[in-house]
């Protein structure tokens, strides 16, 4: 006879395994390896998107930087440059850090389900094997 929990319960460690695949990634790692890791990226993108709109904002106002561009505006321009990537960074790398702390917190909860629905099918079978 069909025990119909048991089926459920195979449905939903299938339908896990098939669908959460990002849950089994993050559990592969420490949590500060991953943290690690995904903020290393977050700077890379961060780091390319900000001289991507530097190079923009400088290729439109090319002219006006050409003709009145002095050595003394430049380490000034510099400076400013700098504040403005570091008073943006920050924040940044701040909302990075917690959104992936928050998925890997979810991640991890998710696959402590799952080793728990792992844990119950087990029983299943042993005490069938009764």
Same mark, same amino acid.
């Given at each position: 006879?069909?025990?119909? =929990?048991?089926?459920?319960? &195979? ?5 896990? $395994?098939?669908? @959460?695949? @990002? ?6 790692? !420490? ?5 690690? &890791?995904?903020? /290393?990226?977050?700077?890379?993108? +961060?780091? #390319? ?7 923009? /904002?400088?290729? +439109?106002?090319? $002219?006006? *930087?050409?003709?009145? #561009?002095? %050595? @003394? ?17 920050? %924040?940044?790398? /701040?909302?990075?850090?917690?959104? !992936?702390? !928050? ?7 998710? /696959?402590?389900?799952? *080793?728990? =629905? ?5 029983? !299943?079978?042993?005490? $069938?094997?009764?």
């Amino acid at each position: 006879m069909i025990n119909n =929990d048991k089926v459920r319960l &195979m449905t939903r460690i299938q339908l896990f $395994e098939n669908r @959460e695949k @990002e849950s089994v990634k993050v559990s592969r790692y !420490f949590q500060m390896d991953y943290l690690v &890791m995904h903020m /290393i990226r977050s700077l890379f993108a +961060y780091i #390319v998107l900000f001289c991507m709109v530097l190079l923009f /904002i400088l290729c +439109y106002n090319w $002219e006006e *930087v050409l003709t009145q #561009v002095k %050595p @003394e505006m430049l380490l000034q321009s510099g400076m400013w440059i700098l504040i403005g990537f570091l008073a943006l960074m920050i %924040p940044s790398m /701040i909302v990075s850090y917690i959104s !992936f702390w !928050f998925c890997y917190r979810r991640g991890c909860k998710k /696959i402590r389900n799952h *080793v728990s =629905d792992l844990k119950k099918l087990q029983e !299943f079978y042993s005490e $069938e094997g009764n």
